[in-house]
């Protein structure tokens, strides 16, 4: 870019700070409702990352690895790699399908293969793992010293696996008044996981939520800083806009009341809100 | 009282959304900074990287995208700081997503500015590559053979940052900050086998389930989001003083964004509560009304 426009080259991070900018307000548009602009961004952002991932999977993969050897170093045998991936497509040939089941064989053997070293390396220390001391004892040779803190985490944990696996006992029906009970614990418990799962979801939202607003103050402030002779205090500006864009959404939410929150029977002027 | 009640059941949402941007921007200019209490997981990861001999080389995964930046940067950064302070060796390999490899690569140009660390002979960027399995276990056998070339097309067994590192078994750790499950698939292909040093850094969705490979002992430490990165941003920092190289406070960003999210996890309790208390009043007077009809 450098030897194509000197101007673009320099001003090209200036460049990106906006457009970076503008894309966050655009998507963060949506949480005034579904628009165009929303809409106009959201398709930036996938065509961007799917043609990013287009262009690294040639300039990481496919040329180093195969086409630069075939054209440049003469590996002309490589040129098979991609008569057997072509394989694939005689899938929809009745009459040569069985080609496409020679190379979908082939790789779902090495799947398979796999499937058992990622199992033994995965689960089975977790199996393992499951087994714990449930009494408080001193440390022996090799084996750890157990407190009685220790010992009470253990009874816990080891109650919570058997109560969890109760609940998924389907080969009979669940009368016994034992497998009843841990089976309703077990149920108890996957909540309170599903509830970790939830509340450390909203805390992930929130971190995106927040490097987006770091962006707009600081980088995008920085810029407006540059362009407006304030320096350092662009960062305010930037503030400032995101506060007279937060005032913006409030007013037209008292003029276009969201469908959600609108009493029964008053839809509002415009609705459409999207959960 | 019947008002309040009934304009809490149905405040627009939008109303919400402002109020929390403005929790989320306002901690920014704020200085306050609600002290930080690192977790088992993080000193343990921080432990394992501080028990490494001095010039070992960290394969340390980057996978994750823009999408999870918010998290994994503040993560990346906080570790790329402790390998670069401990002067430890490291290579970056992205399989989740190509934008990993830019990612990782801006981290590690930025804070070496600050170390002096060089690319080619402190880290190297190894880029995107896909086929993780497969890559691995290649990998686990001939690090060089299987990659050739950094993402400038440097040749890898020419660069003095690679010196030593022939197989997985040279690795002298391993870490994966991720927003996908790969974690998985390092534990599978080149942790467990080689029984390398293992940690990893995940979004805080993915915490719960990540556990498990903790308590088994199949990896030693774990961050687990944005509140994890400022904890083990505390403990590079304590670290950072007593080398006498202090942080400069402009660059911790995961202790800054931690108090814009203790702010907007402020709000979002004190909605709750008044969201159900305010259910729980408008349900009793109904009950009320319906009492007094009968």
């Known amino acids: ?275 | 009282m019947a008002n309040i009640v009934n304009n809490l059941q149905r405040l627009d949402r939008r109303y919400l959304y402002a109020l929390l941007i403005l929790c989320v921007v306002a901690p920014f200019f704020l200085e306050f900074n609600p002290p930080v209490y690192p977790t088992k997981p993080s000193r343990d990861l921080f432990n394992m990287i501080q028990s490494l001999p001095e010039h070992s080389f960290v394969l340390l995964g980057i996978d994750w995208s823009a999408g999870t930046r918010g998290e994994n940067l503040p993560e990346t950064e906080a570790i790329m700081r402790h390998l670069m302070l401990r002067h430890l060796r490291f290579g970056m390999l992205a399989y989740s997503d190509p934008q990993g490899k830019t990612q990782g690569e801006n981290a590690a140009i930025r804070i070496g500015k600050e170390f002096g660390y060089r690319e080619g002979i402190d880290w190297v960027n190894i880029g995107f590559k896909v086929d993780m399995n497969n890559s691995l276990k290649a990998m686990d056998l001939n690090v060089p053979g299987t990659f050739s070339t950094d993402i400038h097309g440097n040749k890898l067994s020419s660069l003095p940052v690679m010196a030593g590192v022939h197989t997985a078994a040279d690795f002298s750790a391993l870490i994966d900050i991720t927003a996908t499950s790969s974690y998985q698939t390092y534990i599978q292909f080149v942790g467990g086998p080689y029984r390398l040093k293992t940690g990893i850094a995940v979004t805080a969705v993915m915490a719960p389930e990540s556990f498990n490979y903790l308590d088994s002992g199949q990896i030693k430490g774990l961050l687990q989001g944005l509140s994890a990165a400022a904890e083990y941003e505390t403990l590079v920092e304590n670290e950072e003083q007593k080398e006498g190289h202090p942080l400069p406070p402009e660059t911790a960003i995961a202790t800054k964004f931690n108090n814009s999210s203790s702010f907007a996890h402020l709000l979002i309790i004190l909605m709750i509560i008044l969201g159900n208390a305010g259910m729980l009043i408008e349900r009793a007077s109904k009950r009320r009304e319906q009492e007094a009809s009968a």
């Open chain 1, 1 to 275: 870019m450098r030897g194509f426009s000197p101007w673009l080259a320099a001003t090209a991070p200036h460049i990106q700070i906006w457009i970076g900018a503008l894309c966050t307000i655009g998507l963060y548009s949506l949480l005034y409702r579904e628009n165009k602009l929303y809409r106009f961004f959201e398709h930036v952002y996938l065509g961007l990352a799917t043609g990013f991932l287009v262009a690294n999977t040639w300039t990481d993969i496919i040329r180093p690895k195969w086409y630069q050897p075939m054209v440049d170093k003469g590996m002309w045998w490589y040129m098979f790699e991609l008569m057997i991936g072509f394989y694939y497509y005689f899938i929809f040939s009745r009459r040569h399908n069985w080609m496409a089941r020679l190379i979908i064989g082939f790789f779902l053997g090495v799947a398979s293969g796999q499937a058992f070293q990622q199992f033994a390396n995965d689960q089975w220390p977790q199996i393992s793992a499951t087994f714990k001391p449930l009494l408080p004892h001193a440390a022996a040779g090799t084996v750890k010293a157990v407190t009685p803190g220790d010992a009470i985490n253990n009874i816990i944990f080891v109650v919570m696996v058997v109560c969890v696996l109760s609940y998924f006992f389907f080969s009979f029906e669940h009368r016994n008044p034992a497998i009843k009970v841990s089976s309703r614990l077990g149920r108890w418990m996957m909540m309170f996981a599903f509830g970790a799962i939830f509340g450390s979801t909203v805390m992930a939202r929130l971190a995106l939520l927040i490097d987006r607003m770091y962006y707009l103050v600081f980088s995008w402030g920085g810029e407006l800083g540059a362009e407006t002779h304030l320096g350092a205090n662009g960062k305010y500006l930037a503030c400032g806009v995101i506060v007279a864009l937060v005032l913006l959404m409030i007013v037209l939410s008292r003029r276009y009341p969201d469908d959600f929150s609108a009493p029964p029977g008053d839809s509002g002027a415009g609705g459409g809100g999207t959960s």
